[in-house]
């Protein structure tokens, strides 16, 4: 199994992202955090699974949150390393940079993960 950790406080994201790993991912099995404060205290319980990837929005529920709790996961022993990949609909180029300077190295807008179910 290949869990993936979707942080985004939209519950309905959830569901579109199963439907669209159900045929090109059917291996993955997914979990939904909606808080900055309940992704913190998931990775620190050491007797938590950690996932293969997280999948994190910018706006949690404001737009430094985001930003936050991936600095929160890079300067954490135990999740310095996981891949994450920041989703988010605002296309500003600064947005993006910031993240990118906050050692992000995948980033993917909301309209493209619409056209992978469309």
Not at 34 to 54: C, R, S, W
Request: proline content about 3%; hydrophobic content about 45%; some cysteine.
């Amino acid at each position: 199994m290949f869990l993936i950790i979707l942080i985004d406080d939209d519950l309905n994201l959830l569901a579109i992202v199963e439907r669209a790993a159900r045929l090109a991912f059917p291996e993955a099995s997914f979990k939904q955090i909606t808080t900055v404060q309940e992704a913190k205290g998931y990775f620190t319980n050491h007797d938590n699974e950690l996932p293969k990837l997280i999948l994190l929005d910018v706006g949690l529920p404001d737009k430094e949150a985001g930003n936050e709790l991936l600095m929160t996961l890079r300067s954490n022993e135990r999740t310095h390393m996981m891949l994450v990949l920041m989703l988010t609909y605002n296309e500003a180029n600064s947005v993006v940079k910031e993240f990118y300077n906050s050692t992000l190295t995948h980033f993917m807008w909301f309209d493209c993960l619409n056209d992978l179910i469309c």
